[in-house]
């Protein structure tokens, strides 16, 4: 981006910042310093989570953890029992392990520089890019999604995703912006109000003189995306085992992998063709609706059994008024709630 361009755009995005900006929990008001404690728990949950889902899990911890000397005194477990059904449960683990590094190597103070915050456990370069520029003013542009999509118009650029962001990475890291905390901030802004992906106000946005993409009425076609991926179908069964005196089965997960350390009923292996499924024994009682969920990179079809034994390891009984008591994903809560409507 020429010099003289990007201190145009600057200048007025600033301008509309200032008036515009969201009112968010983690930001500092106007004329006060970030916390950098908030910055660094919210940008680890807004990672491929948005931000009207986000808020009230921020004030939750928040709530219960002040600070993060706090947090770092946390338990692992009671830390993912106030992160279930936020989702990319490696995130929680990741935050554990970061905090707890941050408090035992670093004296309790977050780093400041880039390439210290991003050794940090869950930290990639666009987070720590992030929490430098927005808690620090480190003088530098993060690369997100919404800040990719405002610059790809902005620039009119033909390079489709997921590359068009190295690309935007390349072109903005030379750029030296001043207040580079309300810069980013802004730029995420106009990206999540005004320049959105379907739809874009351009008629509200401070930055369409000088967009290309406006210019030549291709703000609906930009930033252009190659076909999806193919996302695979898995299959399992879930199985509600309850003992007459109403306590029933759960099991946690691995402490890698999908849903990690998470807690829900037993399952059978998750696999890739439904004749591999274990044989349905005559005694289990089926139950009538299918649970379909979709991550990141599969589909998962449950069916669910209400059965008498599970015959597996590591499963601990509890009874479903306690379930609360456990960190229990969104996927097994529906599960969980088809059975107890049968169940009971």
Known sequence: MEKSKFQAVHSRLLQWYDTYQRQLPWRALPGKQPN???????????????????IDYFNRFIARWPTLQDLAQADQEELYHQWQGLGYYSRARN?????AMIAQQHGGAIPQAPNELIRLPGIGSYTAASI????????????????TRVIARLLAMKTPLPDL?????????????????????????????VCKP?????????????????KTNQQHLIPFS??????????????????????????????????????????????????????????????????KHTFTHFHLIIESFITKDVNQSNVFKVKPQNFEDYPIPTLMKKVIKTCLNLGN
């Open 36 to 54: 950098p404690y908030y910055v660094l728990l919210s940008e680890v949950m807004l990672q491929q989570t948005t931000v009207v889902t986000v």
């Open 95 to 99: 935050l554990h392990a970061c905090i």
């Open 132 to 147: 430098a520029a927005i808690a620090y003013d480190c003088p530098l542009i993060p690369v997100d999604g919404n800040i």
């Open 165 to 193: 962001k190295n690309s935007i990475f390349n072109l903005v890291t030379p750029l030296k912006p001043t207040r580079a905390g309300d810069f980013a901030q802004g730029l995420m802004d106009l990206g999540a109000t």
């Open 198 to 214: 379907k739809n874009p106000l351009c008629g509200e946005c401070p930055l369409a003189s000088h967009c290309q993409s406006h």
């Open 226 to 291: 190659k076909p999806k991926p193919f996302k695979p179908t898995r299959y399992a069964y879930a199985f509600w085992c309850q003992d007459e005196e109403g306590f029933v089965s759960l099991k946690r997960r691995p402490e890698t992998g999908v849903l990690a350390n998470m807690v829900g009923l037993p399952t059978s292996e998750w696999v890739d063709d439904p004749s591999s499924l274990p044989s349905v024994e005559p005694e289990w009682i089926k139950i009538p609706k299918t649970i």
